[in-house]
């Protein structure tokens, strides 16, 4: 059996407001609990009118406090963007509220375009040059104080709120080995290095304190509908989402439309579909098949899960149907 989570970036739809979306994370998340769900993450992202995450601390705190069991984290938080002290204090608080229900989730990335970035006034290539070590000062914040320590985190300090590696690269693999972290890798956009960087975190890793083998979890696309042309009709909106991104017009998630064929350019066509590539449509006959080579191809401790989808009673079928299809897999 293959442990599922899922992955929710808050999208706003078309003709909602970012309000509308917290509130559906919020009945998704308490949906996912209900089907035994693992975690519920939510990501960074900064200047964009479809996603409202941005503000991911307060926004893990909303979905903890409408759950009781389900993990709730970071998928991840952009420390560039931060200083480790901020997010062991946002964190330690989280976790202090919500005990044994948090995971802390890191970026490299702004999570966001360089205008943005800039207007979050850090220096984000010192910042990202010096992300190994200020992900082991945050590490060092939340764990027990030591004497004379001069800053500690509070709350925070002895909390060892679980850190998690994001990554898209061979660079996150091999930090998440050194340091003995779990590794998450972003194969729902990025799926080129996700072979390469799955063998060397197993083959580097490192135990530490936190972990002692390897867990690493791909995240995935998955949209399951009880037939296969009904999902595929849904998956159309996160084609155009992808489109949207290559065009350099990011908007509100769109509605699914009737003929993708006319909407994107072959040269579109054949990049999203590149970068779409670990995405699983269909029934679940359909999609428990591409899951489970993907599975055995990957040898994935755990699958996080991202499910786009407009209509939001079709997101909850999907995650449900999904949840059917859990157990057959690994």
């Not at 200083?83 to 062991?88: D, M």
């Amino acid at each position: 059996m293959t442990t599922l989570s899922l992955l929710d970036l808050v999208h706003v739809r078309q003709g909602k407001t970012p309000a509308d979306a917290l509130a559906d994370a919020l009945l998704v998340a308490q949906r996912a609990e209900q089907l035994d769900y693992r975690r519920f993450w939510v990501a960074e992202h900064h200047n964009m009118i479809g996603i409202s995450s941005a503000a991911t601390s307060v926004v893990i705190g909303h979905l903890a406090a409408g759950t009781s069991k389900i993990r709730v984290g970071s998928g991840g938080i952009m420390l560039p963007n931060h200083s480790p002290l901020q997010i062991a204090e946002q964190f330690g608080t989280l976790e202090s509220l919500f005990p044994g229900r948090i995971d802390l989730g890191l970026g490299r990335a702004p999570g966001t375009d360089q205008v943005t970035a800039r207007a979050m006034r850090r220096d984000l290539h010192a910042a990202a040059e010096s992300f190994p070590q200020d992900v082991q000062e945050l590490q060092r914040l939340l764990d027990e104080p030591v004497p004379n320590q001069t800053i500690i985190a509070v709350p925070g300090a002895g909390l060892k709120v679980p850190l998690w590696m994001l990554g898209s690269s061979l660079f996150g693999a091999q930090l998440a080995a050194q340091l003995g972290l779990p590794y998450a890798f972003a194969s729902h956009f990025a799926p080129d290095a996700l072979d390469a960087a799955l063998a060397n975190y197993r083959a580097r890793f490192q135990p530490s304190k936190q972990l002692a083998t390897p867990y690493a979890v791909p995240c995935v696309n998955v949209i399951v509908a009880d037939t296969d042309e009904e999902a595929r009709h849904l998956y159309t909106t996160l084609q155009q989402m992808f489109v949207g991104m290559l065009r350099g017009t990011r908007g509100l998630m769109p509605a699914p439309i009737e003929n993708i064929e006319n909407f994107w350019s072959p040269a579109e066509k054949a990049q999203v579909s590149h970068m779409l590539s670990c995405a699983f449509v269909g029934s679940p006959a359909t999609v428990q098949e591409g899951l489970e080579q993907f599975v055995a191809r990957t040898q994935a401790d755990e699958l996080m899960v991202s499910a786009p989808i407009f209509d939001h009673q079709k997101r909850l079928r999907s995650i449900e149907l999904l949840a059917e299809i859990g157990p057959r897999l690994g």
